[in-house]
C-alpha cells in the first residue's frame, strides 16, 4: 500500500481539525448572545463524496470525538451521528456531484437540518429551552453550512489535486 493513498484521509483531518476550531471561535463570540452554531454535515461531506468507505469512516470518529469533546452536547452523540451520516452520504455518492454541486449541497443542508432538529428536540425536552432561540440556532447553522460547506469541499478538492492524488469512482468503490 502506498503512502500517497493516505493523502486525501490527511486532508480531511486537518481540515476538520481546522473546521473544528473555526466553530470554537464562533460559537465562543457568539455565547454574548446565547446562540450555538452547529454544521456537523460539513465534517462529512468531503469523507463521505471522496474518500474510501473506512477512510471516510475513521474521518468522521475523529471529528465526532473532537465535537464531542469540545460542545455541551449528550456524550457520544456527534460520535455516532457523523459515522450514520457519512454512511448516508457515502450510500448516495454515486448519485451525486463529486464538486459539490447542487446536489449535494442540498442533500448536506438535508442531512445538517436532521441532526439539528434531533439534538435541539433533545435539548428542549431536558431544559425546557424556548423554540425562538433554536429556531435562530438552526437557522444561523444553516446559512453558516451554506457558506462553509462548498467552499470547504473546493479547498479540499484543489489541495488533494496538487497534491497530485485524486481518487475515482472506480478506486473508492473497490476497496
Do not use: W
Amino acid at each position: 500500500m502506498h503512502p500517497r493513498r493516505h493523502i486525501p484521509t490527511l486532508i480531511a483531518l486537518v481540515a476538520n481539525a481546522f473546521l473544528g476550531m473555526l466553530l470554537l471561535e464562533i460559537n465562543h463570540h457568539l455565547s454574548a448572545i446565547s446562540v450555538q452554531v452547529l454544521i456537523p454535515a460539513s465534517f462529512v461531506l468531503f469523507a463521505g463524496l471522496s474518500l474510501t468507505y473506512p477512510s471516510g469512516l475513521l474521518v468522521c470518529i475523529v471529528a465526532g470525538i473532537m465535537q464531542d469533546a469540545a460542545l455541551p452536547t449528550p456524550p457520544g452523540y456527534f460520535t455516532l451521528a457523523l459515522p450514520i451520516l457519512h454512511f448516508v452520504l457515502y450510500r448516495l455518492s454515486p448519485k451525486l456531484h463529486k464538486e459539490g454541486g447542487l446536489d449535494s449541497i442540498l442533500i448536506t443542508q438535508a442531512l445538517n437540518l436532521l441532526v439539528l432538529l434531533h439534538l435541539s428536540f433533545h435539548f428542549s425536552q431536558q431544559y425546557h429551552t424556548p423554540l425562538l432561540p433554536i429556531i435562530l440556532q438552526i437557522l444561523a447553522s444553516q446559512l453558516l453550512l451554506l457558506i462553509t460547506a462548498p467552499t470547504l469541499l473546493a479547498l479540499q478538492i484543489a489541495l488533494s489535486t496538487y497534491l497530485g492524488v485524486e481518487v475515482t469512482d472506480e478506486e473508492t468503490r473497490n476497496t
